[in-house]
């Protein structure tokens, strides 16, 4: 290791040290250490008790009391990153022991855990050198440069990789330097100064390049040498070294050869850089097992390595091996990574590779199915004489890339209407030859059933086994009659309830198989989605469930299920006809209570699917006819929740079904055809969207979901302006958990190609929403926090305008994306809350403040003012937060009961409505106060003036 003078650090040792000192307050630490223990043992606990507890502020402060003492802190900071592992070697408490530092606790003094924790801050601070908020970007930049030099020099100090994003974001775009740097590694040395640090023109140290080039030793890459070789990439991709230096370089150091360039389509060479492209080729034909291996070029480094080749040559050295080992039936590890075929040479023409192809038998050939490659597929059903089966293929092929256990819908699911017709023309030899060479076991049972192929031993083996896939394909076998789908629903409802009897894992799995099996029955059976289904199937059995809703006696208590919103469930009279609050003691392992529980528990489940179904109906504007209405009607669960919602007849009558007709604010209209549920975007059109949400209001409505009191959202100047790209919501950080979840539960697909996190909504008319990402990685959770970018609509495909997105589209798109925002966004932004979030809210205490307290009330944009006994308030529609007038901020903790008092227009999803209503309601009386937390803030401040002030938290 070459030894540099490090006088400057050492000279500044103790500007580092005192800044520690000062950041972390480490006297303070050893003070609230408990004694008595010896001063070493002390120590060594002030140092660990710091070990996960170095945050973003300690930093800051390290930095700022750096720069109080010493101007020149970039400086300090790059060498104190290169030689931490030096700093602390200058104390006796630290040791080198084959290649690794150690400490020795035994030695700790206040020095040696300044040193410690100073090396620990260093190291912190490049682990969070992508929050470029955090750090000064030159020194670590200047830092990543070093560390290259280093390495490619054979220097292995304790360097610390940065994280891949600041590499993408700061170092790699900074193209003079590190065209310098790279030129200097391809040309053998590298200049130094004194200190160690890497200088650009020539110096008093010069150091050879000695790039290990060690496969046994390098099969791992780590991060360094991953990135000198995306150097040498960029070094050919920018053109800055002559052709010839750059072939020289990858044939004396075949490990830092930039393999990844042969994912490059060969238009993109520069003709002067086509012998390079030749000798990398070379290079991987020669040595396949190690080059592959050292190919992943993802940041952080995949367990899993993917190989991209824009050429079908290492289709034929596969090929050439299968042909030299006849007895092998599958594609060698060396060779298969070598098989993600991306694009052809300008000479690999379809015709060209599958007269190729036909050159090799059949089994060769068939062997290659196993790379499940888009663009050598087809090529290969060409060669083996299966080209009629194109469409087919294609279909599986889409199929298997988008479908997996964990994608929704998950694997197993089919859309039965578009492959049935694929399936009936194949013929009997085809149908065995995909059986054996191209579908999985899986895949061909569910294809064999949609045509009733072992209908028989799929039946027995999902009833008698409970055999997941069977489970699955039950629900794709042919219907003859709607008995036959009714009998097949209630065989799969049977399966899941059967599924209690195992334990959460298996029980969960033969769920999902059921929950598969179910809407793969309502696809074969022509509805829409699961909840039609369940629609139509359930409310079919109306009739039958109509005795659980009249009182029966169970012993000595009356029961029956009562529909009131959330507040369902079964009702519970004793003999004196006292309503209970719970179920009785003496009737609880009772057989009738047990079946009354078991129907109650089935309602349970369907509510929310129904509601599911009702709020799709609304955003497809679908229409249902009178006999669907009527037999929803005819089901009790379905009944209670048509008539809290408001419908559109086809002759434009609007209103709340009631005994075939609606009824609204201005009177009753008998029905006219069929039904859709009313949007309120056509209310805030027409101007009767306040009229509508004071009705609902005085007929003390409950809707199940947000209609009336939806938050309604439309296109803003900037972004008719835009025309077809939103800002809207750009520039947020979210947390990819949290909107991965949100996505799937609001039906946004993802795509499904690294580097692509764009996630799409379909709407009718084929018209989609699109919202972005700024993404670099592999999949979306790939890392915790993502950031924003902009939102687009199209319609097969084409870029819409803003003004030609159906408003109802518009609003539920930006709606959802609200939502995922206020929930998904991360750094401390709690109360986000959209204008329209607020408008929602603004407009229901408007409705409710006659019932509220009147006068007492004042509305004004953001903020309801209140006027109470003991002061007057503001609380802020955003937040929830309260301040005592003129400006006192009030910490309450909502009272639930207060809620008790006033119901609500809908159901609660969001719980800041009923918070703000509930401190609404306890400040109007609040001479009525007990709790003296909230009455000592109240006192502390006159009215009019203020006294005190008393923060607190709110929560």
């Known amino acids: 290791m070459s030894k540099f003078s490090l006088d400057f650090l050492f000279t500044h040792q103790a500007v580092l040290l005192n800044a520690t000192a000062q950041a972390l307050d480490i006297d303070a630490a050893l003070a609230r250490v408990k004694l008595p223990q010896s001063e070493f043992r002390q120590w060594a606990d002030v140092c660990e008790s710091y070990l996960d507890?170095?945050?973003?502020?300690?930093?800051?402060?390290?930095?700022?009391?750096?720069?109080?003492?010493?101007?020149?802190?970039?400086?300090?900071?790059?060498?104190?990153?290169?030689?931490?592992?030096?700093?602390?070697?200058?104390?006796?408490?630290?040791?080198?022991?084959?290649?690794?530092?150690?400490?020795?606790?035994?030695?700790?003094?206040?020095?040696?855990?300044?040193?410690?924790?100073?090396?620990?801050?260093?190291?912190?601070?490049?682990?969070?050198?992508?929050?470029?908020?955090?750090?000064?970007?030159?020194?670590?930049?200047?830092?990543?440069?070093?560390?290259?030099?280093?390495v490619a020099c054979g220097i292995r100090r304790g360097l610390i990789p940065l994280g891949a994003a600041f590499w993408e974001e700061n170092v790699w775009p900074e193209y003079a330097q590190l065209a310098v740097l790279t030129?200097?590694?391809?040309?053998?040395?590298?200049?130094?100064?004194?200190?160690?640090?890497?200088?650009?023109?020539?110096?008093?140290?010069?150091?050879?390049?000695?790039?290990?080039?060690?496969?046994?030793?390098?099969?791992?890459?780590?991060?360094?040498?991953?990135?000198?070789?995306?150097?040498?990439?960029?070094?050919?991709?920018?053109?800055w070294q002559a052709c010839d230096d750059l072939q020289r370089?990858?044939?004396?150091?075949?490990?830092?050869?930039?393999?990844?360039?042969?994912?490059?389509?060969?238009?993109?060479?520069?003709?002067?850089?086509?012998?390079?492209?030749?000798?990398?080729?070379?290079?991987?034909?020669?040595?396949?097992?190690?080059?592959?291996?050292?190919?992943?070029?993802?940041?952080?480094?995949?367990?899993?390595?993917?190989?991209?080749?824009?050429?079908?040559?290492?289709?034929?050295?596969?090929?050439?091996?299968?042909?030299?080992?006849?007895?092998?039936?599958?594609?060698?590890?060396?060779?298969?990574?070598?098989?993600?075929?991306?694009?052809?040479?300008?000479?690999?023409?379809?015709?060209?590779?599958?007269?190729?192809?036909?050159?090799?038998?059949?089994?060769?050939?068939?062997?290659?199915?196993?790379?499940?490659?888009?663009?050598?597929?087809?090529?290969?059903?060409?060669?083996?004489?299966?080209?009629?089966?194109?469409?087919?293929?294609?279909?599986?092929?889409?199929?298997?890339?988008?479908?997996?256990?964990?994608?929704?819908?998950a694997f197993g699911t089919i859309d039965i209407h578009t492959v049935r017709p694929l399936l009936s023309e194949l013929s009997l030899d085809d149908w065995a030859w995909l059986k054996e060479h191209y579908w999985s076991a899986d895949l061909a049972k569910f294809l064999g059933a949609i045509v009733g192929e072992g209908a028989a031993a799929l039946e027995k083996s999902a009833i008698n086994k409970h055999a997941h896939v069977p489970m699955m394909a039950l629900g794709l076998l042919p219907l003859k009659n709607e008995d036959e789908c009714q009998a097949r629903y209630i065989q799969l409802k049977d399966l899941y309830q059967l599924a209690n009897q195992y334990g959460a894992q298996q029980q969960g799995n033969q769920r999902a198989a059921v929950q598969s099996g179910l809407i793969n029955l309502a696809n074969n059976a022509g509805f829409n989605s699961l909840g039609e289904l369940e629609w139509q199937m359930e409310a079919s059995q109306g009739e039958a469930l109509q005795p659980w809703f009249v009182a029966q006696k169970i012993g000595d208590y009356s029961v029956w299920i009562e529909l009131n919103g959330s507040d369902s469930g079964p009702v519970f009279l004793n003999s004196k006809g006292k309503?209970?609050?719970?179920?009785?003691?003496?009737?609880?392992?009772?057989?009738?209570?047990?079946?009354?529980?078991?129907?109650?528990?089935?309602?349970?489940?369907?509510?929310?699917?129904?509601?599911?179904?009702?709020?799709?109906?609304?955003?497809?504007?679908?229409?249902?006819?009178?006999?669907?209405?009527?037999?929803g009607i005819g089901h009790p669960l379905l009944c209670a929740l048509i008539k809290q919602l408001v419908w559109v007849d086809e002759a434009g009558h609007c209103g709340v079904y009631r005994a075939g007709g609606l009824a609204g604010p201005t009177g009753a209209e008998i029905i006219e055809g069929g039904l859709r549920l009313a949007h309120p975007i056509e209310w805030l059109a027409n101007g009767s969207l306040a009229q509508w949400q004071e009705w609902a209001v005085l007929i003390k409505m409950q809707q199940p979901f947000k209609q009336i009191f939806r938050e309604l959202y439309v296109p803003t100047p900037a972004e008719i302006e835009a025309v077809t790209e939103s800002q809207r919501y750009a520039g947020r950080w979210v947390s990819t958990r949290i909107a991965q979840g949100i996505f799937k539960s609001r039906n946004w697909r993802p795509s499904r190609w690294a580097e692509e996190a764009v996630h799409t909504k379909r709407f009718a008319g084929d018209i989609s929403a699109h919202f972005d990402f700024d993404f670099k990685y592999h999949y979306f959770t790939e890392v915790d926090t993502l950031q924003t970018s902009v939102v687009t609509f199209t319609q097969n495909g084409a870029h819409l305008a803003f003004t030609a997105v159906s408003p109802l589209i518009f609003s539920e798109a930006m709606r959802d994306l609200d939502l995922l925002i206020a929930r998904a966004m991360s750094g401390g932004n709690e109360h986000y809350c959209s204008g329209e979030t607020v408008a929602a809210r603004r407009a229901l205490i408007q409705v409710l403040q006659p019932a509220l307290g009147g006068e007492r009330i004042r509305i004004e944009d953001r903020q309801v003012y209140l006027q109470g006994h003991l002061n007057n308030y503001r609380i802020n529609l955003a937040s929830a937060h309260i301040h005592i007038e003129p400006g006192a901020y009030l910490c309450i903790i909502p009272a639930g009961q207060s809620l008790a008092k006033l119901q609500l227009p809908f159901e609660e999803s969001d719980h800041r409505p009923s918070e703000i209503i509930s401190k609404i309601?306890?400040?109007?009386?609040?001479?009525?106060?007990?709790?003296?937390?909230?009455?000592?803030?109240?006192?502390?401040?006159?009215?009019?003036?203020?006294?005190?002030?008393?923060?607190?938290?709110?929560?």
């Not at 900071?77 to 020795?104: C, I, P, W």
């Not at 040309?187 to 290990?212: D, I, T």
């Not at 109240?938 to 709110?954: T, Y």
């Open 53 to 150: 507890g170095i945050m973003d502020e300690h930093f800051s402060l390290w930095q700022a009391a750096m720069r109080a003492q010493c101007g020149e802190s970039d400086r300090l900071l790059t060498l104190a990153a290169l030689n931490a592992d030096a700093l602390m070697l200058q104390h006796r408490a630290f040791q080198m022991e084959n290649g690794y530092l150690k400490s020795n606790e035994t030695l700790y003094d206040r020095e040696a855990v300044l040193l410690q924790l100073t090396a620990w801050l260093i190291r912190y601070a490049l682990s969070k050198s992508e929050e470029l908020d955090l750090l000064e970007a030159k020194w670590c930049r200047d830092y990543a440069r070093h560390t290259l030099a280093y």
């Open 249 to 409: 370089f990858c044939l004396n150091y075949p490990a830092f050869a930039p393999m990844e360039l042969l994912a490059q389509p060969f238009a993109d060479w520069a003709s002067a850089y086509l012998p390079l492209r030749e000798a990398l080729f070379a290079l991987l034909q020669s040595k396949p097992n190690n080059l592959v291996v050292m190919f992943d070029f993802s940041e952080p480094q995949d367990e899993e390595l993917y190989f991209k080749l824009a050429s079908a040559r290492a289709l034929f050295w596969a090929a050439d091996d299968l042909l030299a080992n006849p007895e092998q039936n599958y594609l060698s590890s060396k060779l298969s990574q070598c098989l993600h075929t991306t694009a052809f040479d300008p000479d690999e023409t379809a015709d060209v590779l599958v007269t190729r192809l036909q050159k090799y038998s059949p089994k060769i050939v068939q062997i290659f199915l196993q790379s499940r490659n888009a663009l050598i597929e087809p090529l290969l059903f060409k060669a083996l004489g299966k080209a009629q089966l194109e469409p087919l293929r294609h279909w599986c092929f889409s199929y298997l890339a988008t479908h997996d256990a964990d994608s929704e819908p």
């Open 921 to 955: 309601v306890l400040l109007l009386a609040d001479d009525k106060i007990k709790d003296e937390s909230i009455l000592q803030q109240i006192k502390g401040v006159e009215r009019g003036g203020l006294v005190g002030n008393n923060p607190g938290v709110n929560r």
């Open 183 to 239: 030129q200097k590694i391809v040309a053998g040395q590298l200049h130094f100064n004194e200190e160690g640090l890497w200088q650009e023109q020539a110096s008093s140290r010069v150091l050879p390049v000695e790039l290990k080039d060690d496969f046994d030793c390098l099969s791992y890459m780590p991060p360094m040498l991953r990135r000198i070789r995306c150097c040498i990439a960029h070094a050919a991709r920018e053109q």
């Open 579 to 631: 309503r209970l609050a719970s179920v009785p003691a003496g009737i609880k392992k009772d057989p009738a209570w047990l079946e009354f529980k078991d129907v109650w528990e089935m309602l349970k489940a369907q509510r929310p699917r129904f509601i599911q179904v009702l709020e799709a109906y609304l955003l497809e504007q679908r229409w249902l006819s009178a006999a669907q209405i009527e037999l």
